[in-house]
């Protein structure tokens, strides 16, 4: 099954030739066949592969080991990934032609498929370590991909919040996420490092089996949450997935359906089984839930109110990996009292990955198309795209259903299902404030699609000049469109198609979306509007990460250089200490005054205290 | 005699480089470079295979005894790679520099492998009295060359560095007199010695004279001078490989007669201190070369942390800090040299969008940075290394892990911010950076690094030194 290694090496391997190439054609077919090969290998082990762990030692010092691990959750969390890759990669081929930076891109891409790859197939936590910095570090480069700050490509107007500039040029965004993700991966590394010291062990299977680990308690496990938690953007670390929206669309595809941000949640499901017999793992569990609940309702509301198509999917991306996180936090919480429901619980936060990656891929490549052809980022500005656009407009429709958890769509399957954990857990955990808002954020979820769809391609300013996009681009999100509906039929008839109370919330929203952006458009409300702004401006949390906190730095910085490094070291060292040595000898120069008699004064004074201590 | 020969043949060249450079600066860089090679293939085949290398007697107090261990193999394996690569990188840079002057280069090569030649023997000598000579040796020839190619008014820096790391040595050499007064002739962690038993004085000694050439949290104030201005291609080997001795003296000479195992936890602290520090420091600088080297203090206080952990996990991060530092580091210096050859300035505040320049070199760069803040390069091992060491060290007392963690976070960002700062943002040139062999070398300087994180490299060179270090008498 070393077969495997190839399935997670082949975009990376095909995005290092691509540097060897100064053509753009090269490169891009080059990191797409790989990609391809890759899905096709991880569908031959997902077909064929007999679980199990496959692996060669690394650095034995540290146990680290190249190890990966075939099971329930990698092999058709390893399918899903590369299959999205490799769409989105044939996707770039034409979104990305002709763009200034085509070998960062490249080889960026390949590199960031393969170290998700790494992450879904790693059993060895050093192993996974090396994905886990890999996907950071390839979603800061294509995050910051048009390095030239172009407005076109920004997040947000020019214009300033508490003197807290509300713009984000790609550099900035990128900077942004890579500082927010260094900040949990540090606190993972050193989560691992523990497990390393003091269980001896970092393979997922050693973990489990661990006694020293079961006695470690909590805090380790909540260091190791605060990894998953950054990488998956969960509430307060939400704020650089919404800005990573400088990137090229296809990047944001990328991200937010296949790589770095569903690693978080990925992880968390994976380590659960292992956490679950820690002592005291119920609070850190609590904590998950709870993050995961509170960043699915604030994400939500951004997504509601965002004047920026990709920013009310970045929104929603950050809420349904709420629901994730959620959903596998109930889990934990659940198989404390009955380990039996641990599996099928998790396999249920699981299918969320997998309903919510389908329609978001297809929706950021679909809106991607409608941003290539409008030439604005913004909503508002062009509107009634359905006349122009048809299939992008039917495409768009079946992903959105199916993102805002619509039956039969995949997305309600999936939705429900997750949810269904917390709400148990809520009732095992006498939550009594969880259920009513759960039922507010499903309620408030299609609001938010069906605004983005009526503003989009049902009303507003009539377009100009805006065509259906090319083949190549639309073939891969109307493929993935359909398949929300092909997988959702297949996950009722396999799993089950949950019916349950929260479904009347659901259609309420649906109705309520549909009658105030479909219907009946442009209804105002001047009571709203302190409310929306305080959505809008997503709670002045960006006052806190871009001003407060970058000042505070700056400040303590300023203050450390100016006392301490000018004024006592450099002070002391090379003023103060050459400047008594220059007045010593200034005051030794003065007795050289080159009359004989005041010489032979201090001879004899010489001679007499020689003798005086010759005598004593 | 080989270790020996290797050590004194870049000496020997560069009596030939000198007259060479007269004609050809890029003549003299070559074989400078090439005279590393020797000291290269040595270092590298212990490092690699394991097996140590040994010459002279060890009878009595005897001079000319030499021994590489994959522990000091990991320092003269960095000092004659980075060396060999710096030599050919200061070909262009020199002739530069010697341009703007209105001299040649002679002097810079002549005194190269003196330097180079000084650093690698004070890692492979075994007498502690070699070491310091050897110390003095590179010292005096980098000496000169800030002296004559240096910037700013540099000759009060001259002196400055001349004053400051006469303070370290003396001190490193008093204390090495304490220790010959007890009969120990010879680096205790070479010879496989058990602990010499407590002696404060001698420890103190050491431990502060390294911590001046280290530059630690208050003693650190010469470095930034000197490191922003000395020739480039001295800076690269400087900031990296010079400063690092310090650490390499306290893990295999004073922490042999540590008073009391309590006082490592105030070294622990203060090196985080010096960590944490230097990193403020970096973000705040404007002038890059400045900026390198507070960053320098940072790392060294990274290199200290793993020394002052005193585990066999903290020493193999320590080698391994070195080695990953040095290469980043050099890296770095190397593209500061490249804006100062082609863009006549090291103020931050004047570049911005350079990635279109010279993509090459934004790569290499970023590279340089991925070494420091520990992301997948072998900078990833010395920080993983270095935090199973620190948790062996604090196991569940949780609270110390909070400071660690801000020494990381500091770090990437400097880092990740120096990268914004200077390669991204609007541009502001239409034309491009040349190729020459300096972009050549500082490219390949970054491969090295990547290439040498993945296995089957990383295996040998981590469990090598792993292995060694966890054997040694020391922790009888």
């Given amino acids: ?616 | 005699m080989i270790i020996l020969a290797s050590v004194l043949l870049p000496m020997a060249l560069s009596l030939l480089a000198y007259p060479l450079a007269k004609r050809s600066s890029y003549l003299a860089g070559y074989l400078s470079a090439g005279a590393l090679i020797p000291l290269l293939a040595l270092s590298a085949y212990v490092v690699f295979s394991g097996n140590p290398l040994s010459e002279g007697s060890f009878h009595t107090f005897d001079l000319l005894a030499f021994r590489i261990i994959p522990f000091n193999g990991v320092f003269i394996f960095t000092v004659a790679l980075v060396g060999a690569l710096v030599a050919l990188y200061s070909s262009p840079y020199m002739e530069h520099r010697a341009h703007e002057l209105g001299g040649d280069t002679a002097i810079f090569y002549l005194t190269y492998g003196f330097f180079v030649g000084g650093l690698a023997g004070a890692f492979a000598a075994a007498n502690l009295i070699m070491v310091y000579v050897f110390i003095e040796v590179a010292l005096i020839a980098s000496l000169f060359q800030i002296l004559y190619y240096g910037y700013g008014d540099r000759v009060r820096i001259t002196i400055m560095y001349l004053v400051w790391s006469h303070v370290g040595a003396l001190l490193v050499l008093a204390g090495f007199v304490l220790l010959y007064l007890k009969g120990v002739y010879y680096v205790p962690l070479l010879i496989d010695s058990g602990p010499l038993g407590a002696d404060s004085v001698a420890f103190l000694l050491i431990l502060l004279g390294s911590l001046v050439k280290m530059a630690a949290l208050g003693v650190h104030m010469w470095l930034p001078y000197v490191h922003a201005e000395a020739p480039t291609p001295l800076s690269a080997l400087l900031s990296p490989v010079l400063v690092g001795i310090g650490g390499y003296l306290i893990a295999a000479t004073a922490m042999y007669v540590l008073p009391e195992a309590g006082w490592t936890r105030w070294l622990v602290y203060y090196a985080i201190a010096t960590a944490i520090y230097g990193g403020l420091m970096a973000f705040l600088q404007k002038d890059l070369k400045r900026l390198f080297a507070y960053s320098t203090v940072s790392q060294m206080g990274y290199l200290l942390l793993g020394v002052a952990l005193f585990n066999p996990f903290g020493y193999t991060a320590a080698a391994l800090l070195y080695l990953s530092h040095g290469l980043g580091k050099a890296v770095l210096f190397m593209t500061a040299g490249y804006f100062i050859m082609h863009l006549h300035t090291r103020d931050v505040e004047k570049m911005g969008g350079l990635y279109g320049w010279r993509p090459e070199l934004a790569g290499a760069a970023v590279v340089g940075f991925l070494n420091l803040a520990g992301i997948l390069s072998v900078g990833m091992i010395s920080e993983i290394t270095l935090t199973v060491s620190f948790a062996k060290y604090f196991g569940t007392e949780y609270l110390a892990y909070i400071p660690y963690a801000v020494v990381l976070l500091v770090t990437g960002i400097y880092a990740f911010n120096t990268i914004r700062v200077v390669f991204f943002g609007p541009p502001r040139r239409e034309d491009k950076g040349p190729v020459d062999l300096a972009l050549v070398a500082l490219v390949v300087t970054a491969l090295i690094s990547l290439l040498l994180f993945l296995p089957p490299l990383s295996t040998s060179l981590v469990d090598n030194v792993y292995n060694t270090v966890v054997g040694a008498g020391l922790w009888r």
Avoid: C
């Avoid at chain 1, 099971?71 to 989105?88: K, Q, R, T, Y």
């Avoid at chain 1, 997504?303 to 999917?313: D, I």
């Avoid at chain 1, 400047?579 to 009359?595: K, N, P, V």
């Fill in chain 1, 1 to 616: 099954m070393e077969v495997v290694l190839l399935a997670i090496f082949f975009p990376l391997i095909t995005s290092i030739l691509s540097l060897f190439s100064a053509s753009e054609k090269f490169k891009a077919w080059a990191v797409t066949a790989g990609t391809f090969i890759s899905a096709l290998i991880a569908t031959y082990l997902f077909l064929n592969a007999s679980p199990g762990l496959y692996g060669w030692d690394w650095i034995t010092a540290i146990g680290a080991r190249i190890e990966v691990r075939l099971d329930n959750f990698s092999l058709p969390m390893g399918m899903l990934v590369a299959w999205l890759v490799a769409a989105i990669s044939l996707y770039s081929v034409k979104y990305m032609e002709g763009d200034y930076r085509p070998g960062w891109y490249w080889f960026f891409f390949g590199f960031f498929a393969s170290s998700m790859l790494i992450i879904v197939y790693a059993e060895n936590l050093w192993f996974l370590l090396v994905g886990w910095e890999g996907v950071g570090l390839a979603s800061w480069a294509l995050i910051g991909h048009w390095y030239r700050d172009e407005f076109e490509y920004w997040v947000g107007r020019e214009e300033r919040v508490a003197g807290v500039p509300y713009w984000w040029t790609p550099s900035k965004a990128g900077l942004r996420a890579i500082l927010t993700v260094r900040f949990g991966d540090a606190f993972f590394l050193v989560a691992i490092a523990l497990f390393y010291a003091l269980a001896g062990t970092v393979s997922l299977t050693g973990l489990k089996a661990s006694e020293a680990l079961r006695a470690l308690g909590v805090v380790p496990l909540l260091f190791f949450a605060l990894g998953p938690l950054t990488k998956s953007a969960q509430f307060p670390f939400h704020e650089w997935l919404l800005t990573a929206m400088t990137g090229p669309t296809s990047v944001s595809a990328l991200i937010h359906a296949a790589t770095m941000v569903k690693a978080g949640v990925y992880v968390l499901i994976v380590t659960t089984p292992i956490f679950l017999l820690v002592r005291g793992a119920e609070l850190y569990f609590l904590v998950v839930m709870s993050l995961g609940v509170v960043t699915a309702l604030a994400a939500t509301l951004i997504a509601l109110t965002a004047m920026e198509f990709k920013l009310v999917l970045a929104g929603s991306t950050a809420a349904n990996l709420g629901i994730i996180a959620a959903a596998t936090g109930a889990a934990g919480l659940l198989g404390l009292h009955d380990e039996h429901l641990l599996s099928t619980l998790l396999f249920f936060a699981f299918l969320h990955i997998v309903g919510h990656a389908v329609s978001k891929a297809s929706l950021f490549m679909g809106f991607g198309a409608v941003i290539h052809e409008a030439g604005t980022r913004f909503i508002g500005e062009v509107g009634r795209l359905w006349r122009h656009m048809k299939i992008t407009g039917v495409a768009m429709a079946l992903s959105m259903l199916s993102l805002v958890g619509i039956p039969p769509f995949v997305g309600y399957i999936t939705k429900d299902l997750a949810l269904e954990n917390v709400f148990e857990a809520g009732h095992a955990y006498h939550i009594e404030l969880l259920a009513p808002v759960l039922y507010l954020l499903l309620f408030i979820t299609p609001i938010y699609g069906l605004r983005l769809l009526g503003l989009t391609f049902v009303h507003g300013k009539e377009a100009e000049e805006v065509h259906e996009a090319p083949a190549l681009m639309w073939i891969p999100y109307t493929a993935l469109a359909i398949a929300t509906i092909v997988l959702g039929a297949y996950f009722a008839v396999a799993v089950k198609f949950p019916l349950t109370e929260a479904l009347v919330s659901v259609l309420a929203g649906f109705l309520t979306g549909f009658i105030l952006y479909i219907w009946l458009p442009g209804f105002r409300s001047e009571v709203l509007s302190p409310l929306w702004n305080f959505l809008y401006r997503r709670f002045y949390l960006p006052v806190l990460y871009d001003g407060v906190l970058p000042l505070l730095y700056t400040g303590f910085a300023k203050f450390i250089y100016v006392v301490f490094d000018k004024g006592l070291f450099d002070g002391l060292y090379h003023n103060v200490l050459p400047g008594a040595f220059d007045a010593l000898s200034r005051l030794a120069r003065r007795l050289i005054t080159g009359d004989i008699n005041i010489y032979v004064l201090y001879g004899m004074v010489g001679i007499l205290i020689t003798l005086l201590l010759l005598l004593l």
